[in-house]
């Protein structure tokens, strides 16, 4: 099954805004009603074109009045839609506010030069605090008549009060839309890791992001220190495949990569007080491990969105992992090597899967209990689907008696990770 996913590192953009804006926007709050942040905003039963949001570094911001406009009321010369949703804690422990823009194929088709997407956070005076991000898309052929074409985007905040400005210019004949409003970020109340992003920037929009494809995000800048008296050897192992029973199902499988990318990425970043942190991603379905990375101070996040990337286009279960057995197979006898006693140090091993169901005709034995191993088994199992009741991982891993946590929200997420973090601190 070929399944595409788009790598995205975060990159801050060069392009100047302007120094200020000289009348403060009106004071409009966002609109409610907020969806799910691993989602784009999307309106059922309606075909669209999800244009790839990339940020076009070659237009040149002064060539177009932005101030003046920005200055005026909203203005509206091309017909369209906006959606600005609350701030929302996405998987990867940062908080997002997602927007769009839809316009109608006949409004599309009408225009005579291409389109720029223009978006940009100000202070309540009409600062910059963040360079723009800017979206080209060429029209250089007509969309179907019965598919809108969707500006989907977001912008990574830290808690506080903001504008959100957003621009829709053609250039042919200088038509343009302008939108200002008021955004306002906060956590959650009783939020179980109030510091974790105290290092992060206070503002960022993603270099690319394509919401219909998939796109995977790496950074860096967590605070999740750990305050250890025992020396610890913390393993990550990951399974990298989506589950065998969701193989087919492309949002799945898109969401399994995001997810998995974001869960890696924010328990790389677990900070000992003594110890190490390791990683192991397994392509259980072609009985490999596909990425190793040992004493993590820095993900390895292009050879890992390499690996993801590759295991997503090819996600069967190879002939000679049934064989052997397997997938399943596979996931016991990496996981048993593992089952070791660590000189000097106590072993703590983190599963990160989804909720698998292996082929009925392969093997789900359970491991069998190490009474000489100085270990912790934790295992973070993330759920896509409603129908997720069984997990074969879960019938692998009883003997060890761990620690399980089913995740179907970043904040599920957030509180597994608070609580992994209170028991390290324990040891």
């Not at 039963?45 to 040149?60: L, Q, R």
């Not at 029973?245 to 949002?251: H, K, P």
Request: hydrophobic content about 40%; overall charge negative; glycine content about 6%.
């Amino acid at each position: 099954m070929m399944i595409g996913l788009s790598v995205g590192i975060v990159v801050l953009m060069s392009q100047v805004w302007g120094m200020q804006l000289q009348r403060t926007p009106p004071d409009i709050t966002a609109p409610p009603s907020p969806l799910p942040a691993r989602d784009a905003p999307r309106i059922p039963g309606t075909p669209f074109i999800d244009a790839v949001m990339k940020h076009d570094p070659e237009f040149d911001l002064n060539s177009i009045p932005l101030t003046q406009w920005l200055e005026a009321r909203d203005s509206q010369e091309i017909p369209w839609k906006t959606r600005i949703e609350n701030a929302e804690l996405r998987m990867d422990q940062r908080l997002e506010v997602a927007y769009s823009a839809t316009l109608q194929p006949k409004d599309v088709n009408n225009l005579a030069g291409d389109l720029y997407f223009i978006a940009g956070v100000t202070d309540a005076a009409g600062n910059s605090l963040v360079p723009p991000k800017v979206v080209h898309r060429s029209l250089d052929g007509k969309i179907p008549e019965d598919k809108e074409l969707r500006f989907n985007d977001n912008v990574i905040a830290q808690p506080g009060e903001y504008f959100l400005c957003l621009v829709l210019y053609e250039s042919q004949t200088g038509r343009h839309n302008t939108l200002k409003r008021r955004i306002t970020v906060t956590t959650s109340s009783g939020d179980p890791l109030p510091n974790a992003g105290k290092d992060l920037p206070q503002l960022e929009f993603f270099d690319f992001t394509d919401r219909e494809r998939g796109t995977l995000q790496f950074f860096k800048g967590l605070s999740l220190p750990v305050m250890n008296k025992r020396m610890l050897r913390v393993e990550l192992i990951s399974l990298l495949n989506p589950p065998e029973q969701w193989s087919d199902l492309r949002r799945i499988v898109r969401r399994h990569m995001q997810q998995t990318a974001a869960a890696l990425n924010a328990l790389s970043q677990l900070r000992l007080a003594q110890g190490t942190v390791s990683v192991i991603g397994l392509d259980v379905a072609h009985g490999a491990v596909a990425f190793q990375q040992a004493d993590v101070e820095q993900l390895n996040s292009e050879e890992l969105t390499a690996v993801l990337n590759k295991i997503a286009d090819d996600n069967t279960v190879s002939l000679a992992t049934m064989e052997r057995g397997g997938s399943g197979a596979f996931f016991r006898e990496s996981l048993d090597r593992q089952l070791t006693p660590s000189t000097g140090a106590m072993k703590i091993i983190v599963v990160v899967s989804g909720s698998e169901v292996f082929d009925p005709s392969g093997s789900v034995k359970p491991l069998d209990p190490r009474k000489n191993c100085d270990c912790r088994v934790y295992h973070l199992r993330f759920r896509y689907d409603i129908h997720d009741g069984s997990d074969d991982i879960g019938k692998i891993l009883k003997p060890l008696g761990p620690r399980t946590f089913d995740i179907t929200t970043p904040r599920e997420f957030r509180k597994s990770l608070a609580e992994i973090i209170r028991d390290l601190n324990n040891f």
